[in-house]
């Protein structure tokens, strides 16, 4: 199952509210984790199932969608949220992950 | 609190072999699946293995199947990834995962800091 997600790349301010989106090949129903990079990290879970948040995340990270389209945002973009986002489908083998969003300040 | 710390990463010829491990603590190891994700230089995040909480279940990105083996032990609270034939596109940091698979909840939840692996000549 591929994943593609758009844009690649985004540049955005503080406060900004930000929207990425993941689409998939075939229907993933809800089995779609997306995690956040800050670089030379190791990625860090935001959200499972499609929209449910991992325990100890900001309430400004949300996620929505099911089968083949999937979005996160972030409600009101912070200084700590300059990262790459990575969508990824656990529906079935081999398990795969988007191309990544790069989110820079404007 | 929840800890993954992989070791065994380094600089290996083309065709060589490496064994990366992952010491695990701070949770019940053997109720979890474990896996392996890998991120070459500059680029994104690829899966590579995961295994069932028995080592009963084994699976693997293709381009990996007959090269790589993941296997774990219970008693030690560790996951390890045998490489063989390593090549030049094997060259990335590997992370090991936590894989919970229960019910809606399928995630990579937990990473360790990854170890780089670097096959050249």
């Known amino acids: 199952i591929q994943l593609t997600q758009s844009p690649s790349s985004l540049s955005a301010s503080v406060g900004d509210r930000v929207t990425i989106t993941c689409r998939a090949s075939?229907?993933?129903?809800?089995?779609l984790a997306w995690y956040q990079q800050r670089p030379g990290k190791a990625p860090k879970l935001l959200i499972y199932?499609?929209?449910t948040l991992q325990s100890g995340v900001p309430s400004r990270f949300s996620g929505s969608g099911s089968g083949t389209d999937f979005t996160l945002t972030i409600s009101s973009l912070q200084p700590e949220d300059f990262a790459t986002y990575y969508c990824?489908?656990?529906?079935?083998?081999?398990?795969?992950f988007g191309g990544g969003t790069k989110v820079e300040i404007k | 609190e929840v800890q993954l710390v992989e070791s065994g990463g380094g600089l290996v010829q083309p065709g060589g072999s490496l064994r990366l491990s992952c010491a695990a603590s701070?949770?019940?190891?053997?109720?979890?699946?474990m896996g392996w994700v890998r991120q070459a230089p500059g680029k994104g995040l690829e899966w590579v293995a995961n295994?069932?909480?028995?080592?009963?279940?084994?699976q693997y990105v293709d381009s990996v199947k007959g090269r790589f083996t993941i296997s774990r032990d219970n008693a030690e609270n560790s996951v390890s990834l045998h490489m063989n034939s390593l090549r030049a596109e094997d060259t990335a940091v590997y992370y090991c995962?936590?894989?919970?698979?229960?019910?809606?909840?399928?995630?990579?939840?937990?990473w360790g800091q990854g170890t780089l692996v670097t096959v050249s000549s």
């Open positions: 075939q229907g993933i129903t809800i089995f």
């Open positions: 295994i069932k909480q028995d080592g009963s279940e084994k």
């Open positions: 199932a499609a929209s």
């Open positions: 701070g949770f019940t190891f053997s109720t979890y699946w």
């Open positions: 990824q489908q656990l529906n079935s083998y081999p398990l795969t």
């Open positions: 995962v936590r894989a919970p698979a229960t019910g809606a909840k399928r995630d990579f939840d937990y």
